[in-house]
């Protein structure tokens, strides 16, 4: 049973493990048809690599590990685990998030070459190549702690805004208005005390 709880709250994190930024790129739409008649060169396919081989700092998994760190914080079913587990699925996730990077950019590649012209891959390395560019990559990686924690600061008032059109829309009485806000609140992984106060009447 125990490794059943642990198992199910690994593949949780491992949703919330990767910047947005990566997320996003990785999920990011297969070209038209149009566009996938023609392959990209050989000498895009090297571009966009070398571009996000740039982009992947070392200092990625320390980053990750400590963004992991801020979920189990946040999240009260995830506290419900022993510290030996937390560290064990916290230091795992890390790891194994770390480790799908290459696979990652092997994928994310074609999009990148066939989106962006020779051109203008060539100025992204140049410039992510350069001292300034290769500081702003570093600084990209270390502020995403800060910056997922500034975006979580406005998802209550969006939950609250939510739950309230949308029972306006479908006329829910106030004691479902309440378990509603609480469904979301738990399902962003918020506690009671994440929720924006009430407004005055």
Do not use: W
């Not at 997320?23 to 966009?48: G, H, I, V």
């Not at 510290?83 to 950019?105: K, S, W």
């Not at 190549?129 to 924690?149: H, L, T, W, Y």
Request: charged share 20%.
């Amino acid at each position: 049973m125990r490794f059943v709880i642990v198992a199910a709250a690994a593949a949780v994190l491992m949703g919330a493990a990767l910047p947005s930024s990566v997320a996003y790129a990785a999920e990011a739409p297969a070209p038209a048809p149009a566009q996938a008649a023609d392959a990209p060169s050989a000498r895009k396919l090297e571009l966009s690599r070398r571009y996000l081989d740039l982009m992947m700092t070392d200092q990625f998994e320390g980053v990750i590990h400590q963004m992991l760190g801020e979920e189990f914080a946040n999240d009260a079913d995830m506290q419900s685990l022993p510290d030996a587990d937390r560290r064990f699925i916290i230091g795992l996730t890390a790891e194994l998030t770390t480790d799908m990077v290459p696979q990652m950019i092997a994928e994310m590649v074609p999009v990148y070459a066939n989106i962006f012209t020779e051109e203008e891959l060539v100025a992204l390395v140049e410039f992510y190549d350069s001292p300034m560019g290769r500081s702003i990559a570093e600084k990209s990686v270390q502020v995403m702690p800060e910056a997922n924690r500034a975006v979580m600061a406005v998802v209550p008032q969006m939950l609250e805004k939510m739950a309230t059109r949308m029972c306006q829309h479908y006329g829910c009485s106030p004691a479902e208005l309440e378990e509603l806000r609480r469904g979301m609140r738990e399902g962003a992984g918020m506690s009671d005390s994440a929720a924006p106060p009430p407004r005055a009447k």
